[in-house]
């Protein structure tokens, strides 16, 4: 029988899926498309992804080894320097290992444990951990929407 570790880590890497499928054939040019007058480019929106996967790492899972500059977070807008494919898809491929790394270690009981944060306020790890799901596949979404109907 499969543990809560397991299968929430399945459960992620598969949703995950969503947004990792898109990155391959990904280029420069389309890392600086936009929707409409739409803030943030598909290059910005991967970049996200990365920032908000290390800080869930640091600050939900409490991995103290964790160093993240979120860049998109500090700027809080898209400011058209994220355009390096490989640079971006090696971000996203460290981010991702790191944090499945540290959800990996978790026991049954830590994910009982309450954490709180200022983004969403008192939750269980696991009940956090839907937070990390979610907002990966709503990104990945718009990714696709923007890569598709998008425009430099």
């Known amino acids: 029988?499969?543990?809560k570790t397991q299968i929430l880590t399945e459960l992620w890497i598969d949703a995950r899926t969503r947004f990792s499928?898109?990155?391959d054939q990904l280029t420069s040019e389309d890392?600086?498309?936009r929707l409409g007058s739409s803030p943030n480019s598909v290059g910005f929106l991967i970049r996200h992804i990365g920032d908000v996967e290390l800080l869930?790492?640091?600050?939900v899972f409490g991995e103290p080894s964790v160093k993240v500059t979120a860049k998109?977070?500090?700027?809080q807008k898209d400011t058209g320097e994220?355009?390096?494919?490989v640079e971006l898809k090696q971000y996203v491929s460290e981010s991702f290992q790191k944090l499945r790394s540290i959800i990996e270690k978790q026991s049954?009981?830590?994910?009982k444990t309450k954490i709180s944060t200022k983004e969403f306020?008192?939750?269980t790890k696991a009940e956090a951990f839907g937070r990390i799901i979610s907002h990966t596949t709503y990104h990945a979404g718009q990714l696709a929407i923007i890569n598709k109907y998008g425009t430099i």
């Open 1 to 3: 029988m499969k543990t």
């Open 21 to 23: 499928n898109q990155l």
């Open 31 to 33: 890392l600086k498309k």
């Open 56 to 59: 869930f790492a640091k600050n």
């Open 72 to 75: 998109t977070l500090i700027a």
């Open 82 to 85: 994220l355009t390096d494919p």
């Open 108 to 111: 049954e009981e830590d994910w």
């Open 121 to 123: 306020g008192e939750k």
